[in-house]
């Protein structure tokens, strides 16, 4: 049973530390937005924000699967034995 105990705080912990990070990616990428629509289409600093639009966006999709998968974890109900649970 420990194990189990264990396993659900991981996923807590992961999902809360996903949605801290997701909300910190949120600011990153309103200020990025922000930036490219002030810059002329031929500024040098456009590509690279527009690389760093990318990396954000790429951050923010795998924060959402640690969420998706916290959620999961914790609604996905366990089929096991008694016997097995007592002994653990």
Do not use: W, Y
């Not at 396993?7 to 200020?31: G, K, M, Q, R």
């Not at 760093?52 to 109900?77: I, Y």
Request: hydrophobic share 45%.
């Amino acid at each position: 049973m420990e194990r189990i105990t264990k396993a659900d705080h991981a996923c807590a912990v992961a999902a809360a530390t996903a949605h801290d990070f997701n909300n910190e990616l949120t600011v990153i990428l309103s200020s990025v937005s922000t930036s490219i629509q002030a810059l002329e289409p031929g500024h040098p600093a456009r590509p690279h924000l527009l690389d760093l639009q990318n990396a954000a966006q790429r951050c923010a999709r795998m924060s959402s699967g640690l969420l998706r998968f916290g959620v999961e974890r914790r609604t996905r109900p366990i089929s096991a034995a008694l016997e097995t649970l007592l002994a653990e």
